[in-house]
């Protein structure tokens, strides 16, 4: 059975009327999935090893570290960060 950890929060548009104004507000609310490391690393093709390596000298904090685990959890967010951060190795690379 899979423990894993997520939080889901939907992203859609809420319009709420205003008594004040007579009109409409639209309030926005995100999505995003909390995944365990093990989980975010096979998403990104990254190693764990290099995941932890990245928290430890601050390039990509995990969202949410479980205060008695220690487990990391990382969002779909960080999915796009994290491919930002390999891009710019990759270029530092090549030069």
């Known amino acids: 059975m899979d423990k894993s950890y997520h939080k889901v929060v939907l992203n859609f548009r809420l319009p709420l009327y205003s008594p004040v104004t007579g009109g409409y507000r639209i309030r926005h609310k995100e999505v995003s999935l ?3 490391i093990g989980q975010f690393s096979k998403l990104s093709k990254t190693t764990i090893k290099t995941l ?3 928290d430890e000298v601050g390039l ?3 969202e949410v570290v479980d205060d ?4 990391r959890f990382y969002t779909t967010d960080q999915l796009v960060k994290l491919h930002y951060i390999q891009l710019v190795i990759k270029k530092l690379k090549l030069r």
């Open 68 to 71: 008695f685990t220690g487990y």
């Open 34 to 36: 909390t995944y365990r």
């Open 52 to 54: 932890r390596y990245y």
């Open 60 to 62: 990509l904090k995990p």
